[in-house]
T-cell receptor, first 114, second 115 residues
């Protein structure tokens, strides 16, 4: 099993609240990713990082922000949650060197904004 | 831009039977990798099998094998001797060397294995 952890697993929160979704990995991977997935749908990349102090936006525009201060930690923040942010958020990581290496995924955070 | 197409939103198969999930992709890259990921209900996404585009031989992992047709840009997954635990969403994914090395996913196929 991959050592990548996401908390919380489920979150129900009211509109306008600030939230941070946590993602940590213990594998020393340089590359980390955040994907957004609506139920039963495909995954869309919203953020990625090559390493410490490196963050980039993904293909799907998102109002969320990320930071990468430590290799093992890649939190995602929503300053003001809205119902349109309701979705599942999956964090993933991979080692550097070759794209043949698979991504390891966390269990995901299912976010509901009321 | 790379795209991945899975044309079968849902499939079902009887236990112990064989099922094939389809996937096609579009890219102008020559160096890339293809993956099948499995996402069981409310559980972690895990890698099933991967294929390097430069290898002609089809990848095999126990009951899982692929039919990789590079010219046709096709990458189907065959599951033999289906088991109840194979019930899951299956995502075909594509990754190129260099840059973000992000995974580009298809929309997924929901597979149900019936007893």
């Amino acid at each position: 099993e991959a050592d990548i952890y996401q908390t919380p697993r489920y979150l129900v929160i009211g509109t306008g609240k600030k939230i941070t979704l946590e993602c940590s990995q213990t594998m020393g991977h340089d590359k980390m990713y955040w994907y957004q997935q609506d139920p039963g749908m495909e995954l869309h990349l919203i953020h990625y990082s090559y390493g410490v102090n490196s963050t980039e936006k993904g293909d799907l525009s998102s109002e969320s922000t990320v930071s990468r201060i430590r290799t093992e930690h890649f939190p995602l923040t929503l300053e003001s949650a809205r119902p349109s942010h309701t979705s599942q958020y999956l964090c993933a990581s991979s080692a550097s060197g070759t794209a043949a290496l698979p991504l390891h995924f966390g269990n995901g955070t299912r976010l509901t904004v009321t | 831009a790379q795209t991945v197409t899975q044309s079968q939103p849902e499939m079902s198969v009887q236990e112990a039977e064989t099922v094939t999930l389809s996937c096609t992709y579009d890219t102008s890259e020559s160096n890339y990798y293809l993956f099948w990921y499995k996402q069981p209900p409310s559980r972690q996404m895990i890698l099933v099998i991967r294929q390097e585009a430069y290898k002609q031989q089809n990848a095999t992992e126990n009951r899982f094998s692929v039919n990789f047709q590079k010219a046709a840009k096709s990458f189907s997954l065959k599951i033999s001797d289906s088991q109840l635990g194979d019930t899951a969403m299956y995502f075909c994914a594509f990754r190129t060397q260099g840059g973000s090395e992000k995974l580009v996913f298809g929309k997924g196929t929901k597979l149900t294995v019936n007893p």
